[in-house]
Structure formats: C-alpha cells, structure tokens
C-alpha cells in the first residue's frame, strides 16, 4: 500500500479510546444488590456472605414499598441513601462518605413537605436549618 492510500493517522488515537470505553461500559458489572436484612454488622461493618458489602441494599415496607436503598463501598454506607414513609413517600436523604454522613441531608414530614436540611463534614453537623410547613 503506498502512503497516498493509507487512511490519514490524526483520528486514530480517539477511535481507539472511543472503542476502549465502549467496551469498558459494556463490560462494567451491575451494582451487586442484597436485602437489607442479609447484611451483618461487625465493628463499624456491614457483611454479606462473610465478606465486607459493596453494592446495594434493598429494604422494604411489610406491603413491599421502598423502605430504604443503602448504597455500600466495602462495608460502609457510602453515597445516597435514601429512604421512605410507609406511605411511599421520601422521608430523608443522607450522602455518605466512608460510613460517615457528609454533605446535604434532607428531610421530609409524612406529607412530603420538607422540613428540615442539614449540612455535614464527615459526620460533624455544619449547618442546619428548618421549614414550617404550612
């Protein structure tokens, strides 16, 4: 093949990330999801099957609603957990850092009216302020 017919160089590097990144979305596991009541907890731990938990766990109201989503890196909540009244309603939001609360909590009454957000650095509350629902 002579060099006028070769395809020109420029793109290449980006078509082989672009393809490189394809894969790894592809390839990438789903989060690994328990029930909240197969997790143990063991000095500052949760465990599944004996091994510290990453993943999801799941719990629920006894008519099956939401109760709560616990997101985990390597046994500690880590993330957004989320969790609702018996009658489906978002009742708090708390981010995780390492197990420790960090960064914007926020809390719902049963109407779902907000009623409270709290700010925290590495489970030290910053700052905290209050809504009167009306």
Same mark, same amino acid.
């Given at each position: ?15 082989? /990330?672009?393809?490189?990144?394809? *894969? /790894? *979305?592809? *390839? ?13 907890? %063991? ?7 004996? $091994? ?9 109201? %006894? ?9 985990? $890196? ?25 197990? %420790? ?9 049963? $109407?779902? &009216?907000?009623? $409270?957000? &709290? ?16």
């Amino acid at each position: 093949m002579s060099e006028k017919d070769r395809p020109p160089m420029k793109h290449t590097p980006l078509l082989i /990330l672009a393809a490189l990144l394809a *894969c /790894l *979305c592809a *390839c990438a596991p789903e989060p690994r999801e328990a029930a909240y009541s197969a997790l143990e907890w %063991k000095d500052d731990v949760y465990f599944l099957e004996g $091994k510290p938990f990453t993943g999801i766990a799941r719990d629920a109201h %006894k008519d099956g609603k939401p109760k709560g989503e616990y997101p985990f $890196k390597e046994g500690r909540l880590h993330g957004l957990v989320r969790e609702w009244w018996d009658n489906g309603r978002l009742s708090t939001e708390t981010n995780f850092d390492s197990g %420790k609360r960090h960064g914007l909590n926020r809390y719902w009454n049963l $109407k779902g &009216q907000l009623i $409270k957000e &709290q700010v925290y650095e590495h489970d030290k509350s910053v700052s905290e302020k209050h809504y009167d629902p009306k």
